[in-house]
């Protein structure tokens, strides 16, 4: 695809909001050309990166007993409009699909904003004895927000187009309870291998899913201190299932409501990795989603080149049997700007092999994440190979979680909270009482993010607002 | 999920239709109780398939050179009727986004039937030089079609769910015409993983994709004769690089127009898949795609129990070892119910193992395309099962070649073909003039498939028409 005008260079990192759109655009993740705000092109680069990453999620929703299914776009407006009737809608944010041809059709159409709608009106027929539960399925689809904020890519999206979403039915409140936890712990898990720590909290009451009991929910901090909400778990109670009439036959042989859960991940996981990981050459990618995860750099002279080359072959197939993604990079380009373009790409392990590399039987192996230089023997190739990608999500993950641990800042007073918040992320007292918090957030002008789901160790301290003693210290921070 | 009501009995496969449907539902493949006409749900079973499936279309089309990309839904009418204008468009079945919330849309935005208008204008942007091609995307989303017809799941679809569909740019006609060449090739060679052996034929001029110079297409005979659309690969000459102005800067410097392809495959292909191996007892998976491969039944006496099922488990484990999908049924059901329920399913295997086998270090190999039943040493039953897939993948494609071969009828008259294509498929010599053609098919009262690509050494036989005398045979069949 066209190289044209990507001579320009990336802003630096510290500039977060320039760089991140700039690096989507030069690493070719995302193209923002499409004509329609908020919707936006995958580049085949950053899809690769997205088959990667939703490789891992679908690994371990699968390893958990989870199924694949997949459930219609379009969903009916008198079902769509049971859950607003209900419960609280997205009528507001949804976009209607009124013609057919030149014919009105009907009944309107509402493209999922999200599929209880469309799921749960199947859940009624598909359930109907105790044996059928739990029933744990997920689909990974295109969702649509009528969005009225500022959009960007991965982040603020009108077609999100990789929803993985999870819907889950259950005996009693105490499974579906203990649902929620697996799938806390299992998106714990899916961003651990994306070397991305994240915050676990449990939403304060007044900012929960719509028709949830209660939500809980993983965030990560962006370079720029703002937290970014990358994943969702609901406990819907027998909410939904009263709206849906989701019912089965208890061992008893009496019919009883059932409980269920939904849980969310959509590309921001993408954006958070990207923006985490990535520096002022450009991106930084774990092995595991990297599209490209070795490059080969041939050091060519004019004596010798052959000989350089061919080794170059070998190692190249040699790694691909061991089932490394590999290329040889044996283009015109000198190798700084070789260096530039794959240090952009974010390919965590540089190979460079030249004559002298060959009488020494060695390969010059070049980590992106620090930029370590080592020697390895080419007898042992593989092995290193496969070393270095441990180290390198090893440390982009220690390095990360470092840097938000740094970052999370106990405060005592809400003004230090209002100071901590332009850059970092601030803790808090608060008694949990929801007058207090909604005075809170009103003093501090940003709203609580979320009670910790780790929390355990902290000393007693006063509410800002009542001065009641407590335990309990909340995350505040400012969110995408 | 909830078994009930599938005590009933299979039609037979004689009665396609009846069969097909009830199949769809009692193999937990499709729901067509989703609340809209046309819309249907994946089974996790189903969806299963799918993936199998499509990880087959995905590793051919990457193989040769294809990166997979993803394009928005929503296309803005404006960019929507250019091809309307220039060409000829889907607006009479295309959906309409009109609303966003309760505010009408300034622009309204069609649901994609196909991506033509919704990627052409960013390869406008994209190509710049003859470097940058051939440049061969695809991506595999949901498209839409008001389908006014008679629906029906995989088949006719108002969201076709799994449109695979690759958009191709090339420097002179000529590469755009050895890229749908490679085309058909690439998908002759997905059906024949699917054990699916295909017609391969040029459309009739005035049957070709609008917009196209010509249309080569794939399809598959139905059980009832009729043959099936699975696959259209389209030369679109120079006509929508005019209309969306992609050009490229040739050698000498000059800015030219570019040449396209473009080709798809959907659901269809498992449609075919489907309907063509299964049989009076339920689905026939080839092994390649069956959600499940193998399927342990324990033979359990009161003696002895323990130590079967402890073999079934260690035979389960070094198939899983092996790379093989495989699961032990264990459950109260009778033996009888349990081969009826993985028989339905489509399992390509099923090992028995009872105390005499263990006595003997056997297990009995039973397979689902021909029944046929075998005794494999235990201790070798990893390589004995792998040879059976490959004997059954084998068996699969060849009984349906023969099928398909035999039910294609050479005819000289229209009268012959008329009374052949009430349950096969006719060949009839046809001069290539079109208005041979169109009085044939007036005539025949059925249409002309196409002329076969891989035709030769036909004898001169006379156009039923104008008497001409001509080497060209075209196949006439009913179609879906």
Redesign the interface.
């Known amino acids: 695809?066209?190289e044209?005008e990507k001579e320009a260079a990336l802003p630096l990192k510290e500039n977060f909001s320039d760089w991140y759109n700039d690096l989507l655009w030069m690493a070719e993740i995302m193209?923002v050309?499409?004509?329609?705000k908020g919707?936006?092109?995958?580049?085949?680069f950053g899809?690769?990166i997205?088959?990667n990453t939703y490789a891992i999620i679908r690994e371990i929703l699968d390893e958990s007993g989870h199924?694949?299914?997949?459930?219609?776009?379009?969903i009916?407006e008198n079902?769509f409009m049971k859950e607003a009737e209900h419960i609280k809608g997205f009528?507001?944010?949804?976009?209607?699909?009124?013609?057919?041809?030149?014919?009105p059709l009907d009944?309107k159409?509402a493209?999922r904003p999200t599929s209880e709608t469309?799921i749960y009106?199947?859940y009624k027929?598909?359930?109907?004895?105790h044996a059928?539960l739990p029933?744990k399925?997920y689909q990974v689809v295109?969702t649509f927000r009528?969005e009225t904020k500022h959009t960007r890519p991965l982040i603020r999206l009108?077609?999100i187009?990789s929803f993985k979403e999870a819907h889950t039915v259950h005996a009693t409140w105490e499974d579906a309870a203990a649902q929620v936890k697996e799938a806390v712990e299992l998106y714990t898990e899916i961003y651990r291998r994306l070397g991305v720590p994240v915050l676990r909290s449990r939403r304060p009451d007044w900012d929960k899913f719509p028709g949830a009991d209660y939500t809980d929910a993983i965030d990560a901090m962006m370079p720029d201190g703002k937290t970014l909400q990358i994943g969702t778990c609901h406990h819907l109670g027998n909410n939904f299932a009263k709206t849906f009439d989701i019912t089965y036959e208890d061992p008893t042989g009496e019919q009883v409501l059932a409980y269920q859960t939904c849980y969310g991940i959509s590309e921001r996981s993408i954006a958070a990795t990207i923006s985490i990981h990535g520096d002022d050459k450009g991106l930084v990618l774990p092995p595991e989603i990297a599209p490209v995860q070795v490059v080969i750099i041939p050091i060519l002279f004019k004596k010798g080149a052959e000989e350089v080359l061919a080794a170059c072959r070998n190692v190249q197939a040699r790694l691909k049997k061991a089932g490394v993604r590999v290329e040889i990079d044996s283009s015109d380009l000198r190798p700084g700007a070789k260096y530039y373009k794959w240090e952009m790409k974010g390919v965590p392990l540089r190979l460079e092999i030249g004559p002298r590399d060959l009488q020494n039987d060695v390969a010059v192996v070049v980590r992106r994440d620090n930029g370590e230089k080592d020697q390895v023997p080419l007898p042992e190739i593989e092995a290193g190979v496969l070393a270095s990608f441990e180290a390198i999500q090893e440390n982009l993950y220690a390095k990360a979680k470092a840097e938000l641990e740094s970052r999370i800042i106990p405060c005592e007073s809400l003004e230090e909270v209002k100071e901590t918040i332009k850059k970092d992320i601030a803790t808090i007292p608060w008694c949990e009482k929801k007058e207090c918090g909604l005075a809170m957030e009103d003093e501090m002008d940003a709203g609580i993010l979320g009670i910790p789901l780790d929390q355990e160790g902290n000393r007693p301290a006063k509410c800002p607002i009542c001065g009641k003693e407590t335990t309990t210290r909340v995350y505040v921070a400012r969110t995408y």
């Open positions: 695809m066209a044209i193209d050309r499409y004509p329609v919707l936006y092109v995958w580049y085949p899809f690769a997205r088959r199924q694949e299914t997949l459930f219609p776009l379009l009916p079902e009528e507001d944010e949804v976009y209607w699909v009124t013609h057919g041809g030149k014919d009944v159409l493209l469309a009106p199947m027929i598909w359930v109907r004895s059928d029933l399925l295109n009528y009108r077609e187009t």
